[in-house]
Nanobody, 123 residues
Framework: QVQLVESGGGLVQAGGSLRLSCAASGRTFSSYATGWFRQAPGKEREFVATISKNSGATYYTNSVKGRFTISRDNAKNTGYLQMNSLKPEDTAVYYC????????????????WGQGTQVTGSS
């Protein structure tokens, strides 16, 4: 089992940047592909980005391509989501997730989840 804790959320003006972190404990972090998801009020949780176990492959939802960057440091057992050029529509609770096997864009494909961190983009 792996435990995940997100941090780094906050309030930022449109066009600003934030970096989210996902600290992992328990089983070996490098054994898991990870993903970031978000959930806005009244909406379903949606995929944002995913990265393979060894950082060799990444994938993004179209709305964040060119603005967000997913990365990980297995030596530090930490994943990251760098968010640039933030927009009000990026406002949501952001969740880190982990799964054994290859990376996935599906909510149901992940076994472990953090508690979430709030990101608010103001106009």
């Amino acid at each position: 089992q792996v435990q995940l804790v997100e941090s780094g959320g906050g309030l930022v003006q449109a066009g600003g940047s934030l970096r989210l972190s996902c600290a992992a404990s328990g089983r070996t972090f490098s054994s898991y592909a990870t993903g970031w998801f978000r959930q806005a009020p009244g909406k379903e949780r949606e995929f944002v980005a995913t990265i393979s176990k060894n950082s060799g492959a990444t994938y993004y939802t179209n709305s964040v391509k060119g603005r967000f960057t997913i990365s990980r440091d297995n030596a530090k057992n930490t994943g990251y989501l760098q968010m640039n050029s933030l927009k009000p529509e990026d406002t949501a609770v952001y969740y880190c997730a982990a799964r054994q096997g290859v990376r996935s864009t599906e909510v149901d494909g992940y076994d472990y989840w953090g508690q979430g961190t709030q990101v608010t983009g103001s106009s």
